[in-house]
């Protein structure tokens, strides 16, 4: 039992005296339990942006569009007055919702015509349709029985009669893009890009890690003294390689029968941007902790929570504003929404040009600070010949 003991006490020691097991045992939990609490800290979603389309500008389309934007869980990103270029609004201002008011609306529902609001509903985010779908049937329906009572009342209908009476109008919800809704449409393609993020950073991670560690670097450097030629030697190959895993995804789409085909030639070139900008954090990490342990731990912390704060899922709006600001550093967080507009929503290319730049402005800065740490590593490895 003496010896039992003894030895519990050594495996303790030696995982307290493991600086990075240590950390990631202890901090990792610490960090994501803190992390993803304050991602779903509100709890709910509240402000989703809706489009409303009034075509009657009446004072009855004026309180429905009131009573919506009163809603918390709802706001009004784009009121207009026809329906030209909806789509493309619908996109821009990422909306969860369309709701168009008819042309003639409060007169049919005076005149029991029976009139019908229509809610073009986006399900290529089944979570926020959900919640924005609700909450405006929820607006409606207070505004069909408040209406509806005011007009019985006006016709001295009795009190006891009012609501087995008609309905003033009727509303109809059409679900667009993901039309059944299907859970694999929306968490799939996420899914599968997260994981072609992370294992380009893990890959990558071992790049020059492992010279250093094998003591290669400085052979290596000898034999390509540029850095700039250095950098692409590593990095070709992850190019090359994740070109297949995208041909390999397409093929998973026909295999799945899922149908993505709009757009595609457009979603592999900016595959291959976000391709780019996750080698270079992946080779600038390897750069700057030359173990291979290390930095393929550092790269897996900052890929595993990646996919919950791209806010592909849960919407980046409702997250704070400083968790805002890590989202919008991985690449992951700019690819999504580029790819759900043009595969999921099938919107135009020129939408998705702010994600591009964005994307770009991550690679560039990660090609900059992995040449200068590599320049270095360099000059530190071969040392100029001491002038006599």
Known sequence: MKTFLQLLKREFGLFWNNKVLRVLFIGAPLMYGLLLGY????????????????????????????MMNDNEVLSIAALRYNENDLNRIAI???AACIVIIPEGFEKQVLTK???????????????TANYASTAIQVCLGTLKVGSQLEALRKQGVPENLLMSQYEPFKTTFIKKYNRSTNYMYFLWPGILATVLQQVLMLALALSFASEFEKGTFKE???????????????????????FGI?????????????PFTENLGMLTLIAGIFVLSVCFIGILVSILIPNQLKATEILMVI??????????????????????????VIPLTHFLPAFRILIIENGPVD???????NLLLIAVIGFILSFIA????????IPLPVKK
């Open 39 to 66: 991602v779903y800290s509100k709890g709910k979603v509240t402000d989703l942006p809706i489009v409303v389309v009034d075509h009657d500008q009446s004072n009855l389309s004026h309180k429905a569009i009131e």
């Open 92 to 94: 821009e201002k990422e």
């Open 113 to 127: 015509r029976y009139p019908e609001i229509t809610t073009i509903v986006n399900t290529s985010n089944v979570l």
């Open 220 to 242: 290596l450097s000898l034999k390509v003294p540029s850095t700039f030629k250095l950098i692409w030697i590593k990095i070709i190959p992850y190019l090359i390689m994740s």
């Open 246 to 258: 995208w041909l390999m995804y397409w093929g998973f789409t026909k295999w799945f029968h899922i």
């Open 303 to 328: 890929a595993t929570p990646s996919f919950i704060l791209s806010g592909f899922t849960w919407p980046l709006s409702q997250m704070p504003v400083w968790i805002q600001y890590i989202a919008n």
């Open 351 to 357: 939408l998705t040009y702010p994600y591009i730049f």
């Open 374 to 381: 590599l320049h270095f590593k360099q000059k530190k490895a």
